[in-house]
């Protein structure tokens, strides 16, 4: 069994297109054994627009864009690409692979061809179920740089090297080959048939999503009773307090304290450009708590002082 590790970059990429230029990929035995490595540029057939997620900041790959011109399109190379991801004796890889599989996926209905059919594992999830961080997404350069692997990012056969490091590189570290890492990380791998996805997913990624998904549902029910509340005369009238996002979250505190202020004439935001009282704890240094004290005409307290002006 060998091990596929690819990577893809684009010309410009949108919901409906993804213009490929580059396939780059390392094939490797069991053991990160290098067998071949290549970068296949290809020719887009137009202009070059890279841009970030935001469509705002450019991303500059490291290729004479006057090369792509005179390189083969993708349905030239469609069946290689295709017999290397779909070959029985492979495994394949990617980092946020998932981007991947979609360009792949729009490129085949751009020019009318057969679907992908093969499955994949997710570098970047198998470290963010490593390190059990599932807060953001790791990129490539961040995690290659915190297990010591050079490369140059965004050629696409540097990044498929630098996928292959990162997964060999926790594999020594565990003093194991992937097929254990992946059983030890709850690991599974994702898929494409008849140009549908399934994504990857892992058992510390499971957790993470129905845990997300139970506070989702826990915050909907506070703004519907915030919502539900009316003021009343009282002391707090015209006052609107925000609670840092911990405070927030924290239930039990956050309904008892914004019932009484409403009780006493006050009101609740979940803006903190809105409010006049900002609640927090001491040691917080959160994006809203920082944003809150940047604004000098909003008073900052604590939740002890909070109960004093509530019990008061």
């Given amino acids: 069994m060998d091990f596929v ?7 410009v990429v949108s919901k409906s297109v993804a213009k490929i230029c580059a396939f780059g990929y390392v094939v490797c035995d069991e053991n990160f054994r290098i067998k071949k490595r290549e970068d296949i540029l290809l020719n887009p057939h137009g202009a070059f627009h890279l841009t970030d997620r935001k469509g705002e900041k450019g991303i500059v790959l490291p290729y004479e864009y006057s090369e792509f011109k005179n390189r083969p399109d993708f349905p030239t190379v469609y069946g290689d690409i295709k017999r290397l991801l779909e070959d029985k004796n492979h495994v394949v890889f990617g980092h946020a692979v998932i981007n991947d599989v979609k360009y792949l996926n729009l490129e085949t209905k751009r020019f009318k061809l057969p679907s992908f059919e093969f499955s994949f594992y997710d570098s970047q999830l198998i470290y963010m179920s490593y390190v059990n961080d599932f807060s953001r997404q790791f990129g490539l350069e961040y995690i290659a740089n915190a297990l010591g692997v050079e490369f140059t990012p965004h050629r696409a056969v540097d990044d498929a090297y630098a996928t ?149």
Wanted: hydrophobic share 35%; aromatic share 10%.
């Fill in 5 to 11: 590790f690819f990577d893809i970059e684009c010309a």
């Fill in 164 to 312: 292959m490091k990162i997964v060999e590189a926790m594999c020594k570290q565990e003093g194991c080959g992937f097929f254990a890492l992946a059983e030890k990380l709850g690991a599974k791998s994702g898929s494409i048939s008849s140009w549908t996805i399934r994504n990857v997913s892992s058992v510390g990624s499971k957790k993470y999503s129905a845990e997300k998904a139970a506070l989702q549902k826990k915050r909907r029910a506070f703004w519907e009773k915030v919502s539900s509340l009316k003021c009343r005369r009282g002391k707090l009238k015209n006052t609107v307090f925000t609670f840092s996002r911990e405070l927030e979250d924290e239930f039990s505190f956050s309904e008892q304290a914004v019932e009484k202020i409403y009780m006493l004439g006050g009101r609740y935001s979940g803006h903190v450009t809105h409010c006049k009282v900002y609640v927090c704890n001491e040691d917080d240094v959160s994006v809203r708590t920082q944003n809150a004290k940047k604004l000098p005409e909003i008073k900052i307290i604590n939740p002890g002082q909070l109960k004093e002006i509530l019990d008061g």
